[in-house]
Structures are given as C-alpha cells and as structure tokens.
C-alpha cells in the first residue's frame, strides 16, 4: 500500500454471528466510504474477543462470519487491508511496551471496564478485559493513522491512545503519530425497534428489537412491521416524544438518502403501516444483496482465508516497522 493517502485503521469485535443494522449503517457504510481518501486497516479483533469467554468453534465461526460481511457490504481487499489481528503478533507485541508506560490509575478510570464488569464484579473480570484499551491503543498506532473512525463509546480509549502515544514520543523520541477519533454523527445511530430509547446492540434484552444482516427477508419483515411506535398517529422527526417514529425515519433515511424532512413531507397524513412497510423494502432491498454475498463467500471457506492473509500480510508489513522503531527506542538489542 503504497500511496501518499494517510493511513486509517479501525477495528471490530468478531463477537456475533451476524452483524446488526447498527454496525451497518452506523460504522460498516463510512469505513467502505473511507477506502478512497484513505490508505485503511480494518482490523477483527479476536485477542480482544477473548477477554470474556468465548467458545473456541464459535470465535472461529465468528471471526470468518464477521470477515465476510465486512466484505460483503463493500470493503474492497485491492485498496484496503481486511485483516485479523492475532494474524499480526505486533498488536500483542507493542500492547506489553503499552502495558508498561500506562499507570495503573490511568487504566482503571476506564469506563468501558466499569460498564462490563458491572453486573460480574470486577473480581471475576479477567485481567485482559482490563487492559483491553491498551491492546486497541496498539492496534492503533502501529498503523500510524490520522483517523480512526468509531462510535461515540469509544472516545475515551482513543483519549487514552493520544496519551499514551504522546507519552511515548515524548519519552523516547517522536515515534508515533497522534490519532484523531472520527466520531460518526448521531444521525447514524440507529435505536432498538422494540425500545427506541436504547441504541441497537447484539446484547439486546428482546431479539424482536435487532435487525441482523443475516436475518432472513420474512423475518426483517416482520421485526420492522412490529416496530414499537407510539398513538398519536403523526409521521414526524421528534427524538423525545417519538422516539420509535424517529428511529425508522433515521433508519430509512441512512440507508435511502432521503432527507427527513422529504420523509415527513411525503408520509404527512399517511398511517404507520405505510411507513413501515416503505421502510422494511429500503431495508431488504439493502441487505438482502449484503447476506447473499455473504453465503457466497463462507461457501469458499479457502479462497476467504486467502483474502484474509492476504490482508494480514499488508497489515504486517506496517506493522513490524512501527514495532521496530519502538524495540530499538526502548533499548531492546536487535534480534540476529
Ligand atoms: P454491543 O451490541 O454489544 O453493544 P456493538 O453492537 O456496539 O456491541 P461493536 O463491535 O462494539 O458492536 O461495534 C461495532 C461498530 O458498530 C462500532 O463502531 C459502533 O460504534 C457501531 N455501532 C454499534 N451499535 C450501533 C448502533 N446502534 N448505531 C450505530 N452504530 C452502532
Ligand atoms: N473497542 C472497539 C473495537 C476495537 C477498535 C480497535 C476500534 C478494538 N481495537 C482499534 C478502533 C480501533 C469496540 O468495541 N467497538
């Protein structure tokens, strides 16, 4: 990858069998954007999968399911780098540099940690959920990207990722370049159909309420025509006082490009049935292509690792300069 384009890298748990319509349009749709102006590094995150229990034939699954869909709705393996990231022994390599340069208040004030370990205590958290922001911190800068594109969740390990990459350059010479978190606009956050309050997650109470890429066409159907909506009747953009109506209005137009308000215009007088039914054919007419693609390629399990080492070789290559240049500053004798 050799281009004067800066570098970009993010990453994603291969955590579900399916990706979800919040991965998709919140985060999938900018990354396969971004591949033109940027040199990009998608990265599937199973060391950090680890850090709660994963089932090993499952992860295995995951982690190729994950990888083709990421394929799937547009991530193009000539101009990116799609890859997994125990494929690239850097990432744990620098995370213990990391380990080493973090305080051990610094990484207990990380929320995600407080949030995860909430319901478990944190006595029976492992110690790998701990450092989990340490390891993304690595993921990250041996890439040397200006932006990391990611969910407003994740601000606080990018934070954590500029201090420590500034702590480092400061300590033992300009090594790495600083990150800037590309946060993706709250218009792209897409809610859960049956509790519009709370954001689409994997980790849903109600299966009823989560779109997945994988759900079959009938079953996309029925969960959008049972989408939780309110009684006043009135087709209009009003996050607090209508939060299910607003949510297939931002739904449909993420994926249509229709402005909300040619949405409202159009649908003014119209009953809730017609806007749901209008909603699920965008939603079907854009996943339905991603899922089949999708079979296609776990259906050449071969041809799909090829894509993925190949993605780990351009992701090596990167990476071993990066982890280089921080064994040589830190005082580590070159291996012969
Ligand atoms: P969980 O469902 O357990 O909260 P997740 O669905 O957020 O996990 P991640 O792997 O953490 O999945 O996120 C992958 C990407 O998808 C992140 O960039 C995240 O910001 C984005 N994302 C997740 N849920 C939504 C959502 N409801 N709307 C928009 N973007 C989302
Ligand atoms: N923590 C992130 C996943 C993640 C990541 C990264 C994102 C791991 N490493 C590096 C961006 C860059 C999440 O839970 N979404």
């Not at 394929?71 to 390599?93: C, E, T």
Request: glycine fraction near 8%.
């Amino acid at each position: 990858m050799t281009s004067a384009k800066p570098n970009l890298l993010s990453g994603m748990q291969p955590s579900a069998g399916s990706l979800h319509l919040g991965n998709y349009l919140g985060a999938l749709v900018n990354w396969a954007n971004m591949q033109d102006d940027f040199n990009a590094y998608y990265c599937i995150v199973d060391l950090h999968a680890i850090t709660v229990p994963q089932e090993p034939a499952e992860l295995r699954a995951n982690t190729r399911r994950t990888a083709a869909q990421y394929l799937a709705a547009g991530i193009d393996h000539n101009k990116s780098a799609l890859f997994v990231q125990s494929h690239v022994p850097a990432h744990a390599q620098l995370a213990w540099v990391l380990n080493c340069i973090t305080g051990m208040g610094e990484a207990g004030r990380m929320t995600q940690f407080k949030d995860k370990t909430q319901k478990g205590g944190s006595e029976s958290a492992s110690v790998g959920l701990f450092t989990y922001p340490i390891l993304q911190a690595a993921d990250i800068l041996l890439y040397q990207p200006k932006a990391v594109p990611v969910g407003e969740d994740q601000r606080q390990h990018l934070e954590l990722t500029r201090d420590l990459a500034t702590r480092f350059n400061s300590r033992f010479g300009d090594t790495f370049v600083i990150p800037e978190a590309v946060i993706l606009k709250e218009t792209a956050k897409i809610y859960d159909l049956q509790n519009p309050e709370a954001k689409m997650s994997k980790s849903a109470a109600d299966p009823k309420g989560l779109v997945n890429i994988m759900d079959d066409t009938s079953v996309v159907v029925k969960k959008i025509k049972s989408a939780v909506t309110d009684t006043d009747g009135e087709i209009r953009f009003d996050r607090d006082a209508k939060p299910g109506i607003s949510n297939l209005l931002g739904i449909h137009s993420a994926i249509s490009g229709e402005s909300i308000a040619s949405l409202e215009a159009r649908f003014a007088g119209a009953g809730y049935g017609a806007l749901k039914g209008e909603v699920a054919d965008v939603v079907v007419a854009a996943i339905e292509p991603i899922r089949n693609r999708t079979e296609e390629l776990l259906s050449d399990v071969a041809e799909l690792d090829r894509l993925l080492a190949d993605g780990a070789a351009k992701a090596n290559a990167q990476a071993e300069q990066t982890l280089a240049a921080v064994y040589d500053r830190v005082g580590f004798i070159a291996a012969r």
